[in-house]
């Protein structure tokens, strides 16, 4: 304790050794804790997690430092050189380990790759629209968490992967499965797993040795299923161009940057990261489309000028649906998927007239940022106009963080929004989403990662 009192910016009092207040992790709702303490203590404080210093900020100028100028000492999420190869996933990878990832896996979505996999998108968005059809005809609320996640889960397996997994028809498929647990294994329910979690901060690197206990089985089942399709791949001897021929390919290239089974890591994230976020988003745009009739309208006046006589969704359309963009966007800015962002200081240095030590940890909350009436007036107002290209330049840039920024931006986003775009196209020139009576959504507490909710039931009404 000390290092952040000195540094004269407001700090949450620890107490005794177990760190700020609260302590009883699992019954707090992290997004909304942030929120709070910034709309009471100002764009930065300090706290501690145990004895680890923290500093909270949602100075935009501050994060511009951590993400772009002081990127060297600001750039990883862990500092721990000891962690496994196997569990160097890109987003816990670090120094040259990231750089290197991060060359090998961005042209997985160049623009000439994303034109490729619109079709492949269309044609999941199109079985998913007529799913839905049949759902709707049993007359009960669609539980759209669900729906939505199968839907993901298809896209990202059919273009990443090649493969087909009609999760949309298999209400219990194995990767939903996974895909659902590997975040849940994170949150906090009881005073056991808040303890738990207390220790890796008392013990740092511990994740290293006990690499099972840190992790959810899940993980490890993902690993499973990246090997078994790399198997089939080889034994198929066919090229699909995708991400797993990319992964043979640098299993093969004995001077490739980083090993074969750092690669290979990278397939459980793919799976994460492409299936938890974008179900979220679609979840709670549907929602908020629900309750904000007005603004489903206009929607579905915009896509009906775009796709009235046509079918077929192509790049063209996709970019002409500005105010669906917006509207993504804005759903974003209120129910962003991860809403919380942290990086851990690597070396001394000075950061916006703040002395950072070597081991503080930089909180960036991104909900609490975007709730924040300094940067977005009337934050509770779903507003997509904000984020139309004649309004951009009245929003600071490093407000708005829905995708992170800087060189460690969102690899998916632009593969998110198109597969996004398409699905939303595609639904509400079908349908009109209705709020129910068993309608509502309700952010689950111990959760530091997503902002997660067990289900969303709505009612969809067929237009003609
Ligand atoms: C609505 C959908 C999505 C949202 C809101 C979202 C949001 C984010 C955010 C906020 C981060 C930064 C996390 C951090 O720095 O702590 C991130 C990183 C990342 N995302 Fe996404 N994401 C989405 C979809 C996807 C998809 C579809 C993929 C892949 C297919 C993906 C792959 C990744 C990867 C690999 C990283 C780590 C990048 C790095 O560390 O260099 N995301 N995402």
């Known amino acids: 304790y000390g290092r952040l009192e000195s540094l004269g910016i407001p700090v949450i009092k620890p107490f005794l050794c177990f760190g700020s207040p609260p302590l ?53 999420m862990v500092d721990n050189a000891n962690l496994k190869d196997i569990m160097k996933t890109i987003d816990l990878a670090q120094g ?25 998108m269309s044609e999941v968005s199109a079985k998913a629209i007529e799913n839905l059809k049949k759902l709707v005809k049993t007359g009960k609320p669609i539980e759209v968490k669900h729906f939505f996640q199968a839907y993901a889960l298809d896209t990202i397996c059919r273009c990443a992967f090649s493969i087909d997994t009609n999760a949309l028809e298999d209400d219990d498929h194995k990767l939903i499965k996974a895909g659902r647990e590997i975040f849940q294994g994170f949150a906090m329910t009881n005073w056991m797993e808040t303890i738990g979690n207390l220790i890796f ?13 840190m992790y959810p089985e899940s993980f490890y089942k993902l690993h499973d299923l990246t090997n078994d399709l790399i198997k089939e791949r080889k034994a198929s001897n066919e090229k699909f161009d995708d991400f797993i021929d990319k992964i043979i390919e640098v299993c093969n290239d004995a001077n490739a940057p980083v090993s074969p089974d750092m690669i290979k890591a990278q397939g459980s994230i793919f799976f994460a990261a492409g299936f938890e976020t974008t179900s979220n988003c679609l979840s709670t745009l549907c929602y908020t489309l629900a309750k904000n009739p007005d603004i489903q309208d206009k929607l579905y006046e915009e896509i009906l000028s775009v796709l009235a006589s046509n079918e077929e969704i ?30 851990i200081c690597k070396k001394d ?93 309700e952010y689950k507490a111990g959760d530091p990662f997503i902002m997660g909710f067990d289900s969303i039931y709505l009612t969809f009404e067929e237009r003609s």
């Open 314 to 343: 192509d790049t063209e359309s996709i970019n002409n649906l500005p105010y669906l963009d917006a509207a993504i966007h804005e759903n974003l800015r209120i129910h962003p998927p991860i809403p919380i962002q942290e990086r």
């Open 349 to 441: 240095v000075e950061v916006e007239g703040l002395k950072v030590k070597k081991g503080t940890y930089i909180r960036m909350p991104i909900y609490a940022a975007h709730m924040n009436p300094d940067f977005f007036p009337d934050p509770e107002a779903f507003n997509p106009d904000r984020f139309l290209k004649e309004n951009a330049s009245s929003m600071k840039p490093y407000t708005f963080r829905g995708f992170s920024g800087g060189p460690r931006i969102c690899l998916g986003q632009r593969f998110a929004m198109v597969e996004m775009k398409i699905c939303m196209a595609r639904l509400l020139k079908s349908f009109k989403i209705k709020a129910c009576p068993m309608t509502q959504l």
């Open 201 to 213: 901060y008392f013990f740092p690197g511990l994740e290293t040795t006990f690499p099972t206990i």
């Open 96 to 120: 040259e380990d990231w750089k290197n990832l991060r060359k090998i896996l961005s042209p997985t979505f160049t623009s000439g790759k994303l034109k490729k996999m619109i079709d492949p």
């Open 24 to 76: 009883d992790w699992h019954n707090v709702r992290w997004y909304d804790w942030y929120r709070m303490q910034h709309e009471k203590l100002g764009h930065t404080f300090g706290h501690y997690i145990g004895t680890f210093p923290v500093i909270s900020t949602i100075n935009p100028d501050f994060i511009k430092a951590v993400y772009v100028k002081n990127f060297e000492e600001f750039g990883d």
